[in-house]
């Protein structure tokens, strides 16, 4: 049995990428934003965390957008949330 907090370790290990830009941007908004999702963008979210990291950073930079209309949407998601939720590290970028 898959529990609901096993599920946030395992997107939380994940969303880890090793790039510092793309960690400032996903790890916090999986830790305040993730749980008030819907299912369907929880299961975007899922989605896009198994993308490239080269993938991932030219979407998180805002330089293109997803051609997938789900990826495109939770991306903008994560970059809204960066813009408006006080990330002073996230201005760095």
Known sequence: ???????????????RRGMWELDLLLIPFLEHRYGDLDDTDQAAYQALIEQEDQDLFIWLMRRDWPQDDTLRRIVKMIVEYAETSGNDQYRTL
């Open 1 to 15: 049995m898959v529990t609901e907090d096993t599920t946030l370790k395992r997107l939380y290990w994940h969303s």
